[in-house]
């Protein structure tokens, strides 16, 4: 059974077999995808086959987890907490040096973010790795629901696109990026500062926020920081 450092959960098994199935990133980026037409255009016709492939990913008796590695050694790992009535994603950092893993955000009704801003998710997936989920299309969709990016670039939806077309059957992958990126998670959008390469953010349910009593030591946040924008 797989096992990650401090995270006090159910069974661990590796969701990797979900990746081939276009269905499962409509159904993982749900959170992102509000409103009758967000769903209408992300799910189309294939509605009742997704409820279905949410029921199962949403077992208690199995907890799928992915596994998104960097190239500093930390890796992100993408938890499908199934406890019942509490069932939710939690995305973990952690480093083998590391006593117990950090969470990076939570996404569910008590949701906690955001855990990345837009650059540091696309440096997160486009990093080479030879370990876990390596495509860069996959990482970038298994990592979007932790984002909240108040200063987007114009063309963050050009970027996004491509993954959205390579991964899944969504037959207009261009609107369905700009519905996501309009919602970014299930918190607002923060404003994200950088200085002496500390990344941080003014989000109120942000980790990654100093203002807030539950931050994560300035120290973590920084080597955090670090690792998402590919140093070693």
């Known amino acids: 059974m797989l096992k990650i450092p401090g995270y006090e959960g159910g069974p661990l098994v590796r969701g990797d077999a979900y990746l081939n199935d276009p269905l499962f990133w409509p159904v993982h980026l749900g959170s992102c995808l509000r409103g009758e037409d967000a769903q209408r255009a992300a799910f189309g016709a294939d509605w009742d086959t997704a409820r279905e492939l949410y029921r199962t990913l949403s077992a208690e008796h ?101 993954a959205l077309a390579a991964l899944t059957l969504i037959e207009e992958p261009a609107e369905v990026a700009r519905m996501l990126l309009e919602n970014q998670g299930q918190w607002a959008p923060a404003r994200w500062r950088s200085a002496g390469g500390l990344w941080t953010n003014d ?23 670090s690792a998402l924008h590919g140093g070693s």
């Open 62 to 162: 199995e907890w799928p987890v992915f596994s998104v590695p960097l190239r500093s050694g930390h890796t992100i790992y993408v938890v499908y907490r199934n406890f019942v009535d509490e069932w939710g994603m939690d995305y973990l950092i952690h480093q083998p040096a590391w006593s117990e893993a950090e969470t990076l955000a939570v996404d569910d009704g008590h949701f906690m973010g955001p855990g990345m801003a837009w650059p540091e998710l696309l440096s997160a997936a486009r990093q080479s790795v030879t370990e876990g989920v390596r495509d860069a299309d996959a990482r970038l969709l298994l990592l979007f629901p932790t984002l909240g990016d108040a200063l987007l670039p114009d063309d963050a939806a050009a970027a996004l696109t491509p």
């Open 203 to 225: 989000g109120g349910h942000s980790y990654r926020n100093p203002s807030n009593a539950f931050a994560l030591p300035d120290g973590r946040l920084l080597e955090i920081s």
